[in-house]
C-alpha cells in the first residue's frame, strides 16, 4: 500500500464537494427552467420529468463505474501487455521493474483530469454527431425569453453526457492505471542497444495512454468552441437573444467548472484502484512474466566522471 490512507481525505472531499455541486446545479437550473421543458424525458430509460432523469443518471453511473473497474480493468490490462509485446517485437521486449511507494492526494486528484476532458470531449462529439442516440434532443421554445433556458440546459446535457461517456473511459484508462503502477514496461533489446541506439524505457500502461491523453488533450478545445461558439450562440441568436460579456463569463465557469465535476465522479474510481492497488498489480506482473518479462533492479543514475576514450568512468 502506498503511504498512508490519511492521502484520500482531500480526495474525499473533492468527490463530496464535486458531487453536492452536480445535485445541487440540477435541481436549481431545473426549478428555474420550468415551464415546456420540466417534463422533458431526456433520457428514455428512466422514468419521469428532467430533474428525475438528470438525478437518476448520477445514481446510475457510479455503480456501473465500479462494476467495469472490477470485471474490466485486469482482462484489458492483460490485452494491452500483450498488444505491446506483440506490436513491438522486432526490437522491445518488457520487463517488470519496481515503482516507488509515493503517490499522493495531488496525484491522486490529478490521475482524474484527462479522462474527464476525454469524457467531455466524445460526450460533445457524439451528441453533435449522433442527436437523440442517448440523451434526447430537447426542443425549445423560439421566444426570446427562452435564451436564457439555451443558456442553462445546454451545459447541463453536456455534463450528464460526460457521466455517460465515463462508461466508455474507466475500461480505457484503469489498466493504463494498473499497469503503471505494477512497474510494467517495454524497452530495447540488448542487441538494439549495440546498435548505437539511445536506450528507450517506457511503461506500456503510458504507452497506451499516451494516446488517450493526446485525444483528450486535442479534442476538449475542440469540444469548446462546439459548444460555446457554435451550439449554444446559434441557439440564442435563432431566439432573439444577445451574446454579451455575461454570456461569455459563464462560458468561463462551465469550462473550468464542468471538468471539475467529472473529475468528481471519476476519483471514487481511482481510491479504489489505489485500496486494490497490491492485488492488481500482483495479477498482471505475473501475467507479464508468463509472456517472458524479466524483472530488472531500479538503480541510480549518477554522472560519470573522469571518463577515458573507451566511456569508462575512472572515479
Known amino acids: 500500500m502506498a503511504e498512508g490512507k490519511g492521502r484520500f481525505i482531500p480526495a474525499i472531499i473533492f468527490i463530496i ?29 428512466i422514468q419521469g420529468g428532467l430533474t428525475i432523469d438528470l438525478i437518476g443518471i448520477m445514481m446510475i453511473v457510479l455503480p456501473i463505474y465500479f462494476i467495469e473497474f472490477t470485471l474490466l480493468s485486469i482482462p484489458f490490462a492483460a490485452i494491452m501487455i500483450l ?11 518488457q520487463s517488470v521493474i519496481p515503482v516507488g511507494n509515493r503517490f499522493g492526494a495531488t496525484r491522486i486528484i490529478r490521475r482524474a ?12 462529439i457524439i451528441l453533435q454527431l449522433f442527436p437523440d442516440a442517448i440523451l434526447a434532443v430537447p426542443t425549445y421554445p423560439t421566444e426570446v425569453a427562452y435564451t ?4 442553462l440546459v445546454e451545459p447541463l446535457l453536456w455534463l450528464v453526457g460526460a457521466l455517460i461517456a465515463v462508461c466508455l473511459a474507466v475500461p ?3 489498466p493504463t492505471w494498473i499497469l503503471n503502477d505494477s512497474g510494467i514496461v517495454t524497452h530495447l533489446k540488448k542487441n538494439e542497444l549495440e546498435m548505437r541506439r539511445c536506450p528507450d524505457t517506457e511503461g506500456v500502461g503510458k504507452w497506451f495512454g499516451q494516446y488517450l491523453t493526446g485525444f483528450a488533450v486535442l479534442s476538449y478545445p475542440v469540444a469548446i468552441a462546439s459548444k460555446f461558439i457554435i451550439v449554444l450562440p446559434r441557439l440564442i441568436l435563432e431566439r432573439g437573444g444577445i451574446i454579451g460579456l455575461d454570456y461569455i463569463f459563464e462560458s468561463l465557469v462551465w469550462i ?18 489505489e485500496l486494490a492497488l497490491s492485488r492488481t498489480s ?19 543514475v549518477e554522472p560519470a566522471l573522469n571518463q577515458d576514450e573507451s ?3 575512472e572515479q
Open 311 to 313: 566511456g569508462y568512468s
Open 148 to 151: 436564457g433556458v439555451v443558456r
Open 256 to 273: 473550468a467548472g464542468l471538468p471539475l465535476i467529472v473529475m468528481a465522479f471519476i476519483l471514487p474510481v481511482i481510491l479504489v484502484n
Open 17 to 45: 464537494a464535486g458531487i453536492a455541486v452536480a445535485v445541487y446545479a440540477v435541481i436549481r437550473i431545473t426549478g428555474i427552467i420550468g415551464g415546456p421543458l420540466s417534463s422533458f424525458d431526456l433520457f428514455r430509460p
Open 113 to 124: 483530469l484527462v479522462p474527464a476532458l476525454f469524457a467531455l470531449s466524445f460526450s460533445e
Open 282 to 300: 500482483s495479477i498482471v506482473q505475473r501475467f507479464a512474466r508468463g509472456l517472458g518479462a524479466e524483472d530488472l533492479r531500479l538503480e541510480d
Open 83 to 93: 498488444l505491446n509485446r506483440l506490436y513491438r517485437a522486432k526490437s522491445y521486449t
Open 172 to 174: 480505457l484508462y484503469s
